[in-house]
């Protein structure tokens, strides 16, 4: 077992817990499991707690971008598969937020199935986007995007918790977009250098 991976996680999930935290109690709870995985690291380390002071950074720590992880994947028809969002009943291609413990791809691959119940692999990167350079509402977080091109490998189409229903697009005939999370000119983009493959990687 990876010890310090799975501190790491732990880690992360207290914080973002702090993040979210709506009352005292979610804020104590959080709080400790922050100090039980600094406590943790230090003994497994053999290091003195207050060692660890700096990476446990206080929350006006130097901010760095958020990253989004998107799938575009295609199917025989070259149709696009999309995600209808139950946060406001608009699609957009499979993805979220990178998860701390996980490479790029691999969050990209879990993403696609949780929601809508496809196995996938990575192909290539299609883009790396800065959300500011494109006309997204605005948002509090700087956000970098990467584009994966996936394959389905196996798995029923379906959508969970937060996902109303996945299903296929057209390029031509896509359903209202949930423009936080993609925009039309970025799907067609995406589209065109799937289906171009010797062009080279859109980087912001």
């Known amino acids: 077992m990876d010890y310090l991976n799975t501190f790491k996680k732990i880690k992360a999930l207290a914080e973002t817990g702090l993040v979210y935290a709506q009352n005292g109690y979610e804020v104590e709870r959080n ?25 446990y950074l206080p929350p006006k720590e130097y901010p760095t971008p958020k990253v989004d992880v998107r799938a575009l994947i295609l199917n025989d028809k ?21 998860d ?21 692999k990575v192909i290539r990167v299609l ?3 800065d959300k500011r350079c494109h006309p997204h509402p605005p948002q509090p977080w700087y956000v970098y995007k ?7 490998t196996g798995g ?3 959508g969970n918790f937060d996902i109303e229903e996945a299903d296929w697009f057209a390029i031509d005939s896509l359903p209202p977009l949930s423009k936080d999370r993609i ?3 970025q799907i067609k983009e995406l589209y065109h250098l799937a289906m171009h493959p010797e062009l080279p990687v859109v980087c912001d």
């Open 183 to 185: 925009l039309e000119s």
């Open 156 to 158: 029923t189409l379906r």
């Open 146 to 152: 990467i584009m994966f091109l996936c394959e389905i």
């Open 100 to 120: 701390i413990g996980h490479s790029p791809s691999e969050v990209v691959v879990k993403e696609v199935e949780e929601e809508t119940g496809l196995q996938s």
């Open 127 to 129: 883009a790396i986007y």
């Open 78 to 98: 070259n149709e696009v598969l999309m995600a209808k969002e139950k946060m406001d009943g608009r699609w957009s291609i499979p993805g979220g937020w990178a």
């Open 31 to 55: 709080q400790e499991l922050v100090d039980l995985s600094k406590e943790l690291m230090a003994a497994i380390a053999d290091h003195p707690v207050e060692a660890f002071d700096t990476y």
